[in-house]
């Protein structure tokens, strides 16, 4: 069945705008970086470069171009998934709290939606308050996705520094006092003192009333691991102080 002429127009009106998105995209991404670097609850982006921050946002907000342009390519998913998680792993490695980088994200996201969908709007007669809406909820999708993929990916990279922790544990029974003082702050840094902030995050995106049924299953996966996470941590640091110390 064809599609009906309503639906057609959407369609061309937000093809528009993924060209409005790509023509305007170093302005975009140089507002989206100082909207990051000013907010006071990243403090994690004070000491980044430029360049730093920018890290796979030029790649995503290009792949959110496209989804305006072809909001079911399934080409599109797949490097917008690949690129949340680049981007979540390197805020892993940059320092950043899981809090700061769904902050961070919704920033991104809100700042898109008050700011560059009405630019669009003012300069597009056929960009109507139902055809605003509908691109608002593909816009919202996209960063569902980003938010869900980047969070998945940083929640890994933490196990996965629990799980090398517990090798290192396993492979090291006898310990100086000071070697077991440096994996006991070693691990209480890396491991315990952001579980706090992550679980609390995670618990603030359960509110998020824009996340998909998809997004919010997700979440709750998070949540549930995250908890267990911070469960393992603490029986990790109970053995560690059992352990016995060389003379």
Not at 97 to 111: A, F, P, Y
Not at 143 to 161: G, K, L, P
Request: charged share 30%; with cysteine; hydrophobic share 45%.
């Amino acid at each position: 069945m064809a599609r009906s002429s309503p639906m057609r127009g959407a369609l061309a009106a937000f093809a528009e705008f993924g060209d409005f998105v790509l023509s305007h995209r170093e302005e975009i991404l140089r507002s989206w970086i100082a909207a990051v670097d000013q907010h006071p609850d990243i403090s994690a982006s004070d000491n980044l470069t430029y360049a730093q921050l920018l890290d796979h946002l030029p790649e995503l907000c290009t792949e959110l171009a496209a989804r305006l342009k072809q909001p079911g390519a399934e080409r599109v998913k797949k490097e917008t998934k690949r690129d949340a998680k680049a981007h979540g792993w390197k805020r892993w490695r940059q320092g950043y709290k899981l809090d700061e980088l769904i902050r961070e994200i919704c920033l991104i996201r809100r700042h898109f939606i008050d700011t560059w969908l009405p630019a669009f709007a003012a300069t597009e007669a056929r960009f109507d308050f139902e055809t605003q809406n509908g691109a608002r909820r593909v816009v919202e999708r996209f960063f569902d996705n980003v938010v869900v993929e980047a969070t998945v990916q940083f929640v890994e990279e933490n196990h996965r520094t629990v799980r090398e922790m517990k090798a290192r544990l396993r492979a090291t029974r006898k310990e100086s006092a000071a070697a077991k003082a440096e994996l006991i702050e070693l691990i209480d840094h890396r491991l315990r003192e952001p579980l706090a902030p992550l679980l609390f995050a995670v618990e603030v995106l359960l509110l998020e009333d824009s996340l998909s049924a998809r997004g919010l299953e997700a979440i709750r996966v998070l949540h549930r691991n995250a908890k267990q996470e911070a469960q393992e941590t603490d029986e990790l640091l109970k053995l560690i102080g059992r352990m016995q110390i060389s003379k």
